[in-house]
């Protein structure tokens, strides 16, 4: 007899040992889930694997042969229904793999075997994407149940579509705030949760209505899944699978994709986003779609490529910038001492003073220094944070804040105020080594008294306004320089960190910037690097003076 324990326990271990090739938050999830299989309730998923055997496949060239599931489809299910303190399962996958079969299955399931009066739900972020779980459910539901009764379509009314089956209704409905108000149910399957702009919200606050109710969550990335109420959650997810922070509670995730630098035509790394690789999707087939895709140079059909075939979240459709395309333009070593002398800049977002939601007290300066030989600009950047408690900050914060310190790429305040004196020292400093031309500034009332000091020993101040007009050029001039690469950052966690968290919004005239929105983290990196980027161009630093030559200083 087979054991669904022994199939998810070799694939989990498979994966944590690299015998199956993966990214590395799922790495991450193999090891972590390793630990924990010996606490599931094998019998549950048995039961399932029972059941499962008499389902029919309900599309495609397989429809009406018995449904055939996969190790990692195994796995999805045994961390849904054995793991005990599995109450949300986020499952990101490429588009083909089977995750919507899968899903059927186990609503298919969770309906006949649940008993009577019980409630579930397939939603989505419209109605008629909510047909697609509800039509593969209505075929394997029939082939084990014919007394069971349908609705003919989920598209005729605001209603959605239903099914009922041994005494249970399951309903189809869009995930709006509307449809979505008080709902509460033992299974909800949220299909493509990454573009459900409202309402999810109140579907996780039904989770809480039964201690029985569990949800599952399946989609492919998507470019602006950043503002949508799912990122919170898969943020963390990723965050503690990858850095060990710590997860949200109750939720577990299952995130296949490519890595940020992976090689999209690398036929080794696809397997990262396509478990079902050589058996739903075959490689030739994956190769012409990734190659016919990729080679358009279309920002839409490169986009559209990495998030629905590799898995991997592309925001070139958003207005922000992949983080991969930041990773190209870090270096781990630039030659500063070589730049003695050549003209510069410096920007500083200041901290707001202030520690509330998940950000951390955080004052980052830029120094945007002009490369003469290489015609390039040089960006590094110094941060501050300011806390009583940075263990505290941590957790609420979801940052690596002592490691970055321990790395050297935070610098900690003495309390939990910025002193203005400490960062005065740093511009002073890169003052003497490099031309600084400008100093930009955006500061609050209470710190302004600090730069009129900062002028009268001499720095050079000019304010910067962080408003649409400005911070719009400042992003354009900033995020064009690092795709063109005429900018280069000295490696630099936190600034990465805050790119992730940097959110985008646009005028009616246009301009894009950067903002926080409802992300969590810090972007006050993003911003002093703009903020460089626009002096720069203001003071037209790429102009060198005949007495600016890198390698020595004026005298």
């Known amino acids: 007899m087979i054991m669904v324990k022994d199939i998810v326990e070799k694939y989990v271990l498979d994966v944590a040992s690299g015998n199956i090739k993966s990214n590395l938050s799922m790495h991450g999830w193999a090891v972590l889930t390793l630990k924990t299989l010996n606490t599931w309730k094998w019998s549950i998923v048995q039961d399932y694997y029972e059941f499962a055997n008499d389902l029919k496949q309900a599309t495609g060239s397989n429809a009406g ?5 996969l190790p990692w489809q195994w796995s999805v299910a045994a961390q849904l229904l054995a793991d005990p303190e ?26 006949a075997t649940g008993g009577a009066s019980q409630q579930y739900y397939g939603v989505a972020p419209n109605l008629r994407a909510s047909s697609i779980v509800f039509d593969r459910l209505r075929v394997m539901i029939k082939s084990v149940d014919p007394d069971a009764v349908s609705s ?17 209704v399951m309903r189809a409905l869009p995930c709006t705030e509307t449809a979505m108000d008080g709902i509460s149910a033992r299974l909800i399957v949220a299909d493509e949760v990454a573009r459900m702009e409202k309402g999810f919200g109140r579907v996780v606050t039904g989770l809480s209505k039964d201690p029985a109710s569990q949800m599952l969550c399946i989609s492919t990335p998507d470019a602006r899944q950043r503002t949508r109420s799912i990122w919170p959650y898969w943020a963390a997810l990723q965050a503690h699978y990858v850095q060990g922070a710590e997860a949200p509670a109750g939720w577990r995730g299952m995130l296949f994709g490519l890595d940020s630098e ?7 790394n696809w397997i990262k986003a396509q478990p079902s690789l050589g058996v739903t999707v075959q490689p030739a087939n994956m190769k012409a779609s990734i190659e016919a895709m990729m080679g358009t140079a279309d920002p839409e059909q490169v986009a559209e490529c ?3 075939i590799l898995a991997r979240h592309n925001d070139r459709l958003s207005g922000a910038m992949d983080l991969s395309i930041l990773d190209r333009q870090m270096l781990e070593v630039i030659d500063w001492d070589s730049l003695r002398g050549a003209p510069a800049v410096i920007a500083i977002d200041l901290a707001r ?10 004052s980052s300066l830029c120094l945007a220094v002009f490369d003469v030989k290489a ?3 040089r960006y590094k950047l110094i941060h501050w944070y300011a806390g009583q408690d940075i263990a505290a900050d941590e957790k609420r914060c979801h940052q690596p804040l002592r490691k970055w310190v321990a790395e050297g790429h935070l610098r900690q305040m003495s309390g939990e105020i910025h002193d203005m004196h400490v960062i005065e020292a740093a511009v002073l400093d890169l003052s003497a080594t490099y031309s600084v031309r400008h100093v930009g500034v955006d500061p609050l009332a209470h710190q302004e008294s600090a730069l009129i000091d900062w002028r009268r020993r001499g720095i050079t101040v000019t304010a910067v306004e962080q408003g649409i007009r400005t911070m719009g ?28 968290a940097t959110r985008t919004i646009q005028d009616n005239a246009g301009n894009v910037r950067p903002v926080k929105g409802r992300s969590s983290g810090n972007i006050d990196a993003v911003i002093a690097s703009c903020m460089a980027a626009m002096l720069c161009e203001r003071f037209n630093v790429a102009r060198v003076s005949s007495y600016e030559t890198p390698g020595g200083v004026v005298i």
């Open 65 to 69: 042969k018995p449904l055939v599931l």
């Open 86 to 111: 599995c109450k949300a399962l986020l499952v990101v996958v490429a588009r083909g793999a089977g995750k919507t079969e899968l899903a059927a299955s186990l609503l298919a399931w969770a309906m």
């Open 152 to 168: 003919d379509a989920t598209t005729i009314s605001n209603h959605g579509g239903w099914i009922r089956c041994q005494g249970s």
């Open 262 to 268: 992976d090689d999209a035509l690398d036929e080794d």
């Open 306 to 308: 990495d998030m629905q």
């Open 353 to 362: 003073g202030a520690q509330l939601g998940d950000h951390a007290n955080l």
């Open 375 to 377: 015609e390039r600009y």
């Open 473 to 500: 050029p400042a992003w354009a001039l900033w995020t064009d320089g690092i795709r063109g690469r005429s900018i280069t950052h000295q490696k630099d966690p936190v600034l990465r960190a805050c790119l992730g």
